[in-house]
């Protein structure tokens, strides 16, 4: 469960304080799957980055499977963040000089697992890239290199997945892969998914809507075949 309680963000601009995201209270449910839409800088990825502990709110708690997140340390933050958070971003962010497979077992040989190498493999399998492992991210398509994010993200097997604009680099058919492989791993799993996007098609096939304006919550809508 992701809990959201009057959660604020303000940065300072050149022309002052600017507030991202207005207080916001949410509760997200385990293993629902969620998509947060809105115009550029309404506050999507603010929002995203503050729920994956990435960031910092100025003002509120948030809480992942009742641990709050605002209450602990740097080094308390990135053990609960590597235990229990997967994320995928938009320009995939894979080490280029490791291999597929190698970008997969990172999170694993960081956290201490003896079953990297072979859990990897298994990852890299399951999103559909049997054969690619050894290739470096430079000899991967986009869609490839984004498959290989999301095993990387699922390299510790957690139960929140965050992906932040994950089809905004890739052509509509290859964005389609991807979001079938997050949906699927949201249902299959039971992980509890959280989607920024900017494609309402693609945000319809979630459990749940959110949109934001200037900051806010504007719209709050649970499908009916889901809920």
Do not use: C, W
């Amino acid at each position: 469960m992701i809990q959201l309680v009057d959660v604020s963000r303000t940065v300072t601009s050149g022309v002052g304080q600017l507030t991202i995201l207005k207080p916001t209270t949410l509760t997200i449910a385990r293993g629902q799957s969620v998509a947060i839409t809105g115009a550029s800088g309404s506050g999507k990825s603010t929002l995203l980055g503050l729920v994956a502990g990435l960031d910092s709110p100025s003002a509120g708690r948030i809480l992942l499977d009742g641990d709050d997140i605002t209450a602990l340390d740097e080094d308390r933050l990135a053990r609960l963040r590597g235990a229990k958070v997967g994320i995928v971003f938009q320009f995939f962010h894979l080490i280029p000089s490791l291999t597929a497979l190698e970008n997969v077992m990172v999170p694993m040989e960081i956290a201490g697992r003896t079953d990297a190498r072979a859990r990897g493999q298994a990852l890299i399998d399951e999103v559909g890239l049997n054969g690619r492992g050894h290739h470096y991210p430079s000899q991967l398509s986009g869609g490839e290199q984004q498959r290989v994010a999301l095993a990387r993200a699922l390299a510790n097997d957690p139960p929140i997945l965050l992906a932040d604009e994950p089809t905004g680099n890739l052509d509509s058919a290859t964005g389609q892969q991807v979001i079938d492989l997050l949906l699927d791993v949201n249902q299959r799993h039971g992980r509890t998914l959280v989607l920024v996007t900017h494609d309402l098609e693609l945000a319809a096939r979630a459990d749940r809507i959110i949109r934001l304006k200037d900051g806010h919550v504007v719209n709050d809508v649970v499908r009916a075949e889901a809920g």
